[in-house]
């Protein structure tokens, strides 16, 4: 690793152990409040397992230990189903004040790592922008624009008034604010990237194996807030891919493989997303054990089968896991539900694809900027969506004769292409009033693929200033968020590239 590069690492994981260390000083705050509780715990040990992995990628042993030996005295308190004993919280509290000043001592020792409180460096006409400030900035421009919608609804009474001659100034000039203050906070997943073939590296050698790394599309750009949260779930699915998923050299050239496995990460542009894929060709995903242990624990009918979706639907569940044994990499409670949960607080989604003797695929489509999204209104009943145009091909007049049956599903024709049929109300479990006699189709593209959305009706067109969502159990995956139109209603934002 060059100079350069391992400079980058280290003022990486300074800046990332301090927000993740004040996350865990808040959650081990509220734990003293409520001993009884679960959540507190798992955010600290969460933050303990990432920061083992980042110090133990930098070969900072002596912290790696400590957050090492942190988490099994953490997993016997969180395990045994007790209130925590105030006087053992006063310790970890202890431990994680040592952990940080280990980090902070090994990333100074490494020479020009900016301290807590140092003036934002300037140069080259570059200014370093809290994050806290473009998020402040960003609210006021989100009511900006509703205010601004409010304001051309007005003006639509008397499009040649001066005030509506007024709104079309600043519906123009807003709009070149928006997209200046978006552009503004997007960074280079590289920053997250440049990190993977370290931790896949050191993860390897942990566990005996040998594996090759490929990273392509660093210089794609996504909202920081996104890159922010992107690293947690994606060594999670790392460490996977190189603990359940690779084999031994051994294993591998008995059955017939090149010794070396391999792990690729690559991210690729999609309209408005990002798409990442982070393969393995490892041993795949062994849909009969984990059917096995999902019957056991009462998750599924003992006759039940699992494809791609419900093999995912199980491993994503709170505390489900097929490890035999505990081991530093996993095997603890770290699993895909983590990954799930922090990608759909992010408004991404998650899926995989897994062939027994060949490996393993996971699909994660991010959202390349946050907060406003050019949207089309539709309704179901009384209900408001808002769905991303830049999934919309087109509209149709909705002809019920012109549906057929093919293997099982409804298809239409459009211009020689059979298209999949899709109803709104069915996919949101509809309970109200019967749909209308004329319904509008809306077709709709996205992972090469083309399907027609039925709605009950089309309201048109708004910039939709998109607020994340809490996700009750049970909530399809593709709500992603939700808004408030110009006329006070709430509505919820559809991820139309996880209905296709």
């Not at 050191?202 to 992107?230: H, I």
């Not at 006759?303 to 530093?328: E, K, W």
Request: proline share 5%.
């Amino acid at each position: 690793m060059t100079e350069a590069r391992r400079a980058r690492y280290v003022a990486l994981f300074a800046a990332e152990s301090r927000s993740l260390l004040a996350g865990a000083r808040r959650a081990l705050a509220a734990w003293r409040d409520a001993p009884a509780e679960r959540a507190p715990a798992e955010e600290v040990f969460r933050t303990l397992h990432t920061i083992k992995g980042m110090a133990a990628s930098l070969e900072y042993e002596a912290i790696a230990e400590l957050a090492h030996t942190t988490e099994t005295a953490l997993v016997e308190v969180r395990d045994r189903g007790e209130p925590a004993d105030r006087a053992w919280l006063r310790e970890l509290e202890a431990t994680l004040d040592q952990i940080a000043l280990g980090c902070e001592a090994a990333a100074a020792a490494e020479g020009e790592v900016p301290a807590p409180g140092d003036k934002p460096a300037v140069a080259a006409r570059i200014v370093r922008v809290d994050l806290d400030r473009l998020d402040a900035l960003f609210e006021d421009l989100g009511g900006l624009v509703t205010a601004r919608q409010e304001l051309e609804r007005h003006a639509e009474r008397d499009t040649l008034s001066p005030v509506a001659r007024a709104a079309q100034v600043m519906a123009r000039r807003l709009d070149t604010l928006q997209d200046r203050i978006l552009h503004v906070r997007l960074a280079p997943l590289g920053e997250v990237f440049e990190r993977i073939p370290p931790i896949v590296r050191d993860l390897a050698r942990q566990l005996g194996k040998e594996v090759t790394v490929l990273v392509q599309g660093e210089e794609l750009e996504v909202d920081r807030a996104v890159l922010d949260q992107l690293a947690e779930p994606l060594i999670h699915l790392l460490r996977n891919a190189v603990d359940h998923g690779l084999e031994t050299p051994e294993v591998r050239r008995a059955l017939g493989k090149r010794p070396t496995g391999s792990v690729t990460v690559k991210a690729r542009r999609d309209r408005d997303s990002v798409i990442l894929e982070l393969s393995d060709d490892g041993r795949g995903i062994d849909r009969e054990a984990v059917a096995a242990r999902a019957v056991a624990q009462g998750i599924l009918e003992s006759d039940a089968s699992l494809n791609d979706d419900g093999l995912l639907a199980v491993l994503s569940r709170p505390g489900f896991s097929t490890a035999a044994a505990v081991t530093d990499v996993s095997g603890r409670g770290v699993g895909l539900d983590v990954v799930a949960s922090r990608l759909h607080d992010l408004g991404a989604s998650l899926s995989l694809t897994t062939v027994p003797g060949h490996g393993t695929t996971f699909v994660v489509r991010l959202p390349t900027r946050l907060g406003i999204v050019r949207a089309l209104v539709a309704s179901i009943g009384d209900e408001r969506y808002v769905m991303p145009l830049t999934h919309v091909a087109e509209f149709l007049p909705w002809d019920p004769e012109a549906v057929r049956q093919v293997d099982g599903r409804a298809v239409i024709e459009l211009r020689g292409e059979l298209i999949p049929v899709l109803d709104l109300r069915r996919l949101l479990l509809y309970r109200g009033d019967a749909p209308p006699t004329r319904r509008p189709a809306l077709v709709l593209e996205a992972n090469g693929q083309r399907v027609a959305l039925l709605a009950d009706a089309i309201h048109g067109q708004v910039d939709a200033v998109v607020q994340p969502l809490d996700r009750p159990r049970g909530m399809p995956r593709w709500i992603t968020g939700a808004t408030v139109l110009d006329n006070g209603r709430p509505a919820l934002l559809l991820d139309l590239a996880s209905v296709v």
